[in-house]
C-alpha cells in the first residue's frame, strides 16, 4: 500500500550521520519558516524539506505563525535568527514587512533561501524558489473564460495585498481577461484576509452586488474553500463558474462536488526540497540558483484520477 503523506509520515531529518558545513565539523543546521503552520501548502512543503534534509543528513527544523500574519512571522523570524542556524528557508507573509528581520538574518551571517513567497529587497534570498505565480494567474483567466463561454462578469477573491504570489497571480489573471477576452468584463479584487470565513463573506456580497456574476477566480486555498462554499450555499452551482489557485482536500472535495471548475496547483513539496537544497549549497559555499521556477498543473474533474493529477494533490 501507498504510504499516506501526512506530517507525521515526514522524516524529522535527523539520521545522526550528517552533512557538515565547509570544515568546520558541524552538522549543518536549518530551520523552513512557514508562511502559516497546519496549512496544507505549507505543510506539504515541509514534507518535501523533511525528506531532502533527511537525504542529505542535515539538522531541519520547521516553525510557522498560527495565521498568514506578518506581525506574527517577524518574532518568530526574530528568535530563528537568535538561534543561529546556518541557513533559513522561509516563506515572507508581507513584500515589506519581512525585510527588517531578514535584513537581520543575513546580518547575521545566515545564508537565506525564500520558498514561495518574496520580498521587495533583491538583496535578501540567495535563492528564491516558487511557481511562476503570474503565469498561473494567466492559467486561471484562461480556464474561467472558457468556462463562462467567454462572456459576463468575472471577480476575484486574494488573501491580502503586499503578498507577492497571491499578488502576482491577480495581476496574471487580470492582464490576461484585459487583454484577450473583450466579451468579458473584470469587476475587481475582493480580499478575504486568508480567512475562509470572511472568503465566505465576501463571495456573498459580491453575489448580491452582481446577481449576474459569470464566474470566479479565487486565488489560494482559504479563498477557495470559502469561496465555494458560499456558493454552494447560494445555489449558485452551474451558473456561477470557479477556478482556484491550490490543490488540498477541501478543494479536491469541491472539484469532485462541481463547486469548483479547475484547480491550479503548485509543487510545494518540491519548492521545499530544492530550498534545502540551496541552503546546503550556499552553506558549504557551492554555487547556488538564484531563481528557480517550478512547475504548476492545472487539475480538472478530467484529470483528478489520473496519475498527473493525483500526484500534484497536496498533503491533508
Ligand atoms: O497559495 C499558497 C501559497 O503559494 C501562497 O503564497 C499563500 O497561500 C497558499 O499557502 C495557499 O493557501
Do not use: W
Not at 494567474?137 to 486574494?158: F, H, N, P, W, Y
Request: with cysteine.
Amino acid at each position: 500500500a501507498l504510504l499516506a503523506v501526512g506530517a507525521t509520515a515526514c522524516s524529522n531529518g535527523d539520521d545522526g550521520s550528517g552533512t557538515k558545513d565547509g570544515g568546520s565539523g558541524k552538522k549543518i543546521k536549518l530551520t523552513l519558516v512557514q508562511g502559516m503552520a497546519g496549512e496544507e501548502f505549507y505543510e506539504t512543503m515541509a514534507c518535501g524539506a523533511r525528506a531532502e534534509a533527511a537525504r542529505l543528513g542535515v539538522d531541519l527544523k520547521v516553525q510557522g505563525p498560527q495565521k498568514f500574519d506578518s506581525t506574527l512571522q517577524t518574532p518568530i523570524v526574530n528568535s530563528v535568527v537568535a538561534s543561529r542556524p546556518d541557513g533559513l528557508l522561509i516563506a515572507p507573509t508581507d513584500t515589506k514587512a519581512l525585510i527588517a528581520p531578514l535584513t537581520q538574518a543575513k546580518a547575521a551571517g545566515i545564508k537565506t533561501i525564500l520558498v514561495d513567497t518574496v520580498v521587495d529587497d533583491p538583496n535578501i534570498g540567495l535563492s528564491r524558489i516558487s511557481t511562476d505565480n503570474a503565469k498561473g494567474g494567466q492559467a486561471a483567466a484562461t480556464a474561467l473564460t472558457r468556462e463562462i463561454g467567454d462572456k459576463g462578469k468575472v471577480l476575484v477573491i486574494s488573501s491580502d495585498p503586499g503578498v507577492s504570489t497571491v499578488d502576482a497571480r491577480v495581476q496574471g489573471f487580470e492582464q490576461a481577461v484585459k487583454a484577450s477576452h473583450p466579451g468579458v468584463q473584470f469587476v475587481g479584487v475582493q480580499y478575504s484576509h486568508n480567512d475562509v470565513g470572511e472568503a465566505s463573506k465576501v463571495m456573498n456580497s459580491a453575489l448580491a452586488k452582481n446577481p449576474d456574476l459569470a464566474g470566479v477566480f479565487a486565488t489560494n486555498l482559504n479563498s477557495a474553500t470559502g469561496a465555494g462554499s458560499a456558493l454552494q450555499q447560494a445555489g449558485k452551482l452551474g451558473k456561477v463558474k470557479m477556478i482556484g489557485f491550490d490543490a488540498g482536500p477541501a478543494q479536491v472535495k469541491q472539484l469532485r462536488d462541481g463547486v469548483v471548475q479547475g484547480l491550479i496547483a503548485q509543487l510545494p513539496g518540491e519548492i521545499g526540497a530544492k530550498g534545502v537544497d540551496q541552503a546546503v549549497a550556499a552553506v558549504k559555499h557551492q554555487p547556488v540558483t538564484k531563481s528557480i521556477p517550478t512547475d504548476a498543473t492545472i487539475v480538472t474533474k478530467d484529470n483528478l484520477d489520473k496519475p498527473e493529477g493525483q500526484k500534484v494533490l497536496y498533503k491533508a
